[in-house]
């Protein structure tokens, strides 16, 4: 990847030798972090090289008369200015510079603009969000039309946010395309709510998922946390009788069932709780009114997925995961999945692992692990 701002901008901080310097030494550091529990070999899926990220938010300086889109530096406080970003999708990177140009002309889009957020999909559509330190009500019928404006000159959705408000001119969401074992699946991702950045990546890690259901020894219904919109979870319900999947957001919920319905699936329930009031359900400790619809004595449940933030997985969710033949795991986050599967390689033997660069040029890393039990 070609960027202006290497070793100024602190985004892209892993980029000495190139891409396949840094995806090598990546893979070193992984093999050396997990060789007490996983002597086997990982798959490793490569991110594209450059316009590989479709969900990105850049703050705005104002500088004088000005306004520019930065970042954080390498330093410590600092702000790096930029003019364009070869990390962020085509759709996108042509938009930036003629998009934030437009902005600045007008005292009203750009008094008080801290922010903006780009989701687009693999065909162009973009839905743009300006995020604002004032009341837009209190300039909504000005504001909207000189934001209309720029929506019909770059054919795009545009968002106005600011504290406790939200205007949409447009969508606010966008479709894309999933394909997975050959099938292919519609998606519609909402503005503010977590979707998959970086869309080639996000495709491999759900087929490797998907295929490795296969291969376990015997499979009935799938219980999943932390579901998101659906990502994984309409993909996977070809492979169960049935599927019970749990977020406790509100937002991936609607989100998730609206996906499902797009998808004409039948075997997926979706319910708002988090994962540890799903282990109170399930043991009979709680009962939720947001599960009264829900028989849980009538799933045949062998087999868990688990995709959590950052922290991984509390110890009470360990615990409700040891207790599933089969574990489906991704992380975005290697170490606490090292400290999680120390605890379940008790229990389990791990049978693949892999390793996804969700995030090129920086030490994130997505991990993938298949678990199995010897005894039901």
Same mark, same amino acid.
């Given at each position: 990847?070609?960027?202006?701002?290497?070793?100024?901008?602190?985004?892209?901080?892993? @980029?000495?030798?190139?891409?396949?310097?840094?995806?090598?030494?990546?893979?070193?550091?992984?093999?050396?972090?997990?060789?007490?529990?996983?002597?086997?070999?990982?798959?490793?899926?490569?991110?594209?090289?450059?316009?590989?990220?479709?969900?990105?938010?850049?703050?705005?300086?104002? *500088?004088?008369?000005? $306004?520019? !889109?930065?970042?954080?530096?390498?330093?410590?406080?600092?702000?790096?200015?930029?003019?364009?970003?070869?990390?962020?999708?085509?759709?996108?990177?042509?938009?930036?510079?003629?998009?934030?140009?437009?902005?600045?002309?007008?005292?009203?889009?750009?008094?008080?603009?801290?922010?903006?957020?780009? &989701?687009?999909?693999?065909?162009?559509?973009?839905?743009?969000?300006?995020? @604002?330190?004032?009341?837009?009500?209190?300039?909504?019928?000005?504001?909207?039309?000189?934001?209309?404006?720029?929506? %019909?000159?770059?054919?795009?959705?545009?968002?106005?946010?600011?504290?406790?408000?939200?205007?949409?001119?447009?969508?606010?969401?966008?479709?894309?395309?999933?394909?997975?074992?050959?099938?292919? !699946?519609?998606?519609?991702?909402?503005?503010?709510?977590?979707?998959?950045?970086?869309?080639?990546?996000?495709?491999?890690?759900?087929?490797?998922?998907?295929?490795?259901?296969? *291969?376990?020894?015997?499979?009935?219904? &799938? $219980?999943?946390? @932390?579901?998101?919109?659906?990502?994984?979870?309409?993909?996977?319900?070809?492979?169960?009788?049935?599927?019970?999947? %749990?977020?406790?957001?509100?937002?991936?919920?609607?989100?998730?069932?609206?996906?499902?319905?797009?998808?004409?699936? *039948?075997?997926?329930?979706?319910?708002?709780?988090?994962?540890?009031?799903?282990?109170?359900?399930?043991?009979?400790?709680?009962?939720?009114?947001?599960?009264?619809?829900?028989?849980?004595?009538?799933?045949?449940?062998?087999?868990?997925?688990?995709?959590?933030?950052?922290?991984?997985?509390?110890?009470?969710?360990?615990?409700? %995961?040891?207790?599933?033949?089969?574990?489906?795991? $991704?992380?975005?986050?290697?170490?606490?999945?090292?400290?999680?599967?120390?605890?379940?390689?008790?229990?389990?033997?791990?049978?693949?692992?892999?390793?996804?660069?969700?995030?090129? @040029?920086?030490?994130? &890393?997505?991990?993938?692990?298949?678990?199995?039990?010897?005894?039901?």
């Amino acid at each position: 990847m070609n960027c202006d701002y290497f070793g100024k901008c602190g985004s892209c901080n892993f @980029y000495q030798g190139g891409y396949e310097t840094q995806i090598r030494l990546k893979e070193n550091r992984v093999k050396a972090d997990f060789h007490d529990i996983f002597n086997g070999d990982f798959e490793v899926f490569k991110s594209p090289e450059e316009n590989y990220r479709y969900r990105v938010e850049f703050k705005v300086w104002h *500088k004088g008369e000005s $306004i520019h !889109y930065a970042m954080r530096g390498v330093e410590k406080n600092d702000i790096v200015l930029i003019d364009n970003c070869s990390m962020v999708s085509k759709p996108i990177e042509n938009l930036m510079s003629p998009l934030l140009s437009e902005i600045g002309k007008s005292a009203l889009l750009s008094k008080k603009l801290f922010s903006i957020e780009f &989701l687009s999909n693999r065909v162009g559509d973009i839905v743009v969000t300006l995020i @604002y330190h004032k009341k837009l009500s209190n300039v909504s019928d000005d504001w909207d039309i000189e934001a209309k404006e720029i929506q %019909t000159q770059f054919n795009i959705s545009i968002i106005g946010r600011s504290r406790k408000e939200k205007r949409v001119l447009g969508k606010d969401y966008i479709s894309d395309k999933l394909e997975i074992e050959g099938k292919e !699946y519609q998606f519609r991702h909402l503005e503010n709510s977590f979707s998959q950045p970086n869309p080639a990546v996000n495709q491999n890690m759900v087929n490797w998922i998907v295929g490795n259901v296969d *291969k376990l020894e015997k499979v009935d219904d &799938l $219980i999943e946390l @932390y579901c998101g919109s659906g990502n994984f979870t309409i993909p996977l319900s070809t492979k169960f009788n049935k599927v019970l999947a %749990t977020e406790s957001s509100k937002l991936g919920i609607i989100s998730a069932i609206e996906n499902r319905d797009r998808n004409s699936v *039948k075997n997926i329930d979706f319910i708002r709780v988090s994962s540890e009031e799903f282990t109170e359900a399930i043991d009979k400790k709680r009962v939720f009114f947001r599960l009264k619809d829900i028989d849980l004595d009538s799933f045949s449940l062998n087999t868990i997925f688990v995709d959590p933030p950052r922290s991984g997985l509390d110890n009470k969710t360990i615990e409700l %995961t040891k207790r599933f033949k089969n574990i489906l795991y $991704i992380s975005c986050n290697p170490e606490t999945f090292k400290r999680d599967l120390d605890i379940l390689g008790k229990t389990h033997k791990i049978r693949k692992m892999a390793i996804f660069d969700q995030f090129p @040029y920086t030490k994130h &890393l997505e991990m993938g692990a298949i678990l199995e039990s010897e005894i039901d």
